[in-house]
């Protein structure tokens, strides 16, 4: 275990997650817990440049990614398989709709939302059928906007900022239209904190 991946008093995030899990807790906790210590690589400066890479293994590429389309993908990955089935690891890939400006070639058609509700760490997902085209937590029904991650409908869009608007990741291309993960920067006013938000 890296010191990267220890918490305050030298507790794994790994066991520092399960008694998280244990104990039912929520975010009502987060103003009281060093959350940037843990989600999901705590060290910024420690993160490079990395492709996207889909679940069939291959890199995602913005000449081809289908439009109104979402893949789970993995981030940061880790050679541990265990800390890689992390939910805080998971975030939705999404090209958005063609209205919503997802027919560019270019990065800004995409987006990469935690996965993690903001309400109470249920995983959402994005349903990319017409009158939907939204991010829907099955849990308690909060919804997220495609175009911001925002939510706005159900428990998670009454909670204050940053509590109501998904971490997100950053991209790059490369001239073949191939890509990349730019490495974030965990905090409330950047990228956002997983499972906390960050500010729109
Ligand atoms: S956990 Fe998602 S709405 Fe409650």
């Known amino acids: 275990m890296s010191e990267q991946e220890k918490g305050p ?34 060290s910024s400066v420690t993160l490079t440049k990395v492709p996207v890479i889909l679940p069939d293994g291959t890199q995602a590429n913005l000449n081809t990614f289908p439009v109104n389309h979402a893949e789970v993908i993995t981030y940061p990955e880790t050679a ?26 270019d990065v800004s058609s995409f987006r990469a939302y935690s996965m993690v509700c903001l309400h109470l760490w249920c995983l959402w997902k994005y349903w990319p059928d017409e009158g939907r085209m939204r991010g829907e937590c099955p849990c308690h029904g909060s919804m997220y ?19 109501n608007t998904l971490a997100q990741l950053n991209f790059e291309a490369d001239s073949d239209g191939f890509m990349f993960i730019s490495p974030p920067t965990w905090g409330v006013n950047a990228n956002g904190v997983v499972g906390y938000g960050r500010f729109a």
């Open 80 to 105: 541990d398989e265990v800390l890689n089935e992390e939910a805080f690891r998971k975030w939705q890939f999404i090209r958005l709709p063609e209205k919503f400006g997802g027919g560019r070639k």
């Open 145 to 163: 906007d495609v175009k911001t991650g925002t939510a706005f409908i159900g428990p998670a869009s009454v909670q204050s900022a940053p509590s």
């Open 9 to 42: 008093g030298g507790m794994s995030r790994r066991d520092f997650l399960k008694l998280m899990g244990a104990a039912g807790t929520s975010v009502a906790f987060a103003p009281f817990v060093p959350w940037g210590k843990f989600m999901p690589n705590p």
